[in-house]
């Protein structure tokens, strides 16, 4: 039986996360050629370039950053706090939105929205308060924010003790002892345990149950692209539910995965250097 699990209540379908235009049903707008627009883009572009030159210096420092970085440096990040209005709007127009996003709740309302910059590996992060009020924004080269790696939702595998599964339960108790087994023992940079619940027989008495027992983390991603997915950490430390979805948003394939956050969400080594390039091309247009 294929199915989403409880805890995932991330609509799909083709709106999903979609909402509908204010103009919906109006005549369209008048819109520029887009010669005009790219025309009226760049002349933009190099105005802001003049006036906030501490916005290129940061590009050249993420530039020098993502040529040297591997496996093992630490995560590169900066606070926006000092660009100025102007410079924060050009680094907004480079770094632009890439495939990922989504947000990291805490426990005292707040959250921070998180989004992957068109260059692989290059986050752009925003702490709102429990009001929605802006409180930090930064950006950080990492394989993925560490705000999202070290989110945990402090329920150890240990005390994992389901209660006695409802009727019609055929293959849940089995899966959590599994799921339990595989958290405990399980160490940071180890590939991860994959289960994939959609292969598996188990019924919605099982999906219900499997979802009421793990519960709900606090982080989500959505991964956009070839292999669109969305991540969801599970109210058990080091379990996430990942559902794989087709071009209409419709959920293919639901699996978990039992260890660190989900390679689908990350950059991979090599994606630095290639951002190196492209970030590098993007500054030379500037200039």
Known sequence: MTGAMPWNNHPTGTSAGRPASPSDGAPPAPTLAPAARRARALAEAE?????APEALALVDAMIAHLRRRDGTTPPWVHDMAALSPRGARLLGQILGEGEVSGHVLD???????????????????????????PRRRWIEIAAVPGVVAAARPGRPAATLTPRPPPAGAITVMPLLAEIADHAARHTPGRPNHVISVSLLPVTRADLAHLGTTLGRGPVMLRVGGHGACVIQAAGVDRVWSVRFLNASDTVILDTLEVGDVPTAACAAPEDFADSAVRLTEIRDAYL
């Open 47 to 51: 105005a802001l370039a003049a006036a």
């Open 107 to 133: 426990a005292g309302g707040g959250r921070v929205v998180v989004q992957e910059s068109v260059l692989t590996g290059v986050w752009c992060l925003l702490r709102l308060d429990g009001a929605g009020r």
